[in-house]
């Protein structure tokens, strides 16, 4: 990568520091870096303006470009004909009336998914 940089670079964790790095290492001229990861509310994305001048591209993707209008429907069908095993993803369930701490522990169980009843 030394003075070369890669061809594609993916970032998804939403890490900032991941997600400048992984624009900064694309090959100029042709290097692209797809983010991914959803990064915190406060962050700022900062580089050299000389990244973007340079034929670097950098994309991003938020829930894989998912259009719940024309996809969900598909997604429900699969799941109502058991095509579709969700429930091994959920790791925590709480009654509705917790909705607001769900979303206050959010951030803390960053890889891990919930339902609210």
């Avoid at 042709?30 to 994309?59: C, D, I, S, Y």
């Avoid at 894989?64 to 993803?89: A, H, Q, T």
């Amino acid at each position: 990568m030394a003075d070369v940089g890669v061809d594609r670079s993916l970032e998804c964790t939403g890490h900032i520091y991941a997600m400048i790095s992984a624009f900064e290492c694309v090959h100029d001229d042709w290097g692209v870096a797809v983010l991914v990861g959803e990064p915190h509310k406060e962050a700022v994305f900062k580089t050299h303006p000389m990244n973007l001048l340079n034929e670097r591209t950098l994309k991003g993707t938020f829930l894989g470009n998912y259009k719940p209008r024309s996809d969900l429907p598909c997604v429900v069908e699969k799941y109502m004909n058991k095509e579709l095993e969700l429930e091994k993803f959920i790791t925590h369930q709480l009654p509705f009336s917790d909705i607001n701490m769900a979303f206050d522990r959010r951030p803390l169980l960053h890889h891990a998914h919930g339902s609210v009843n």
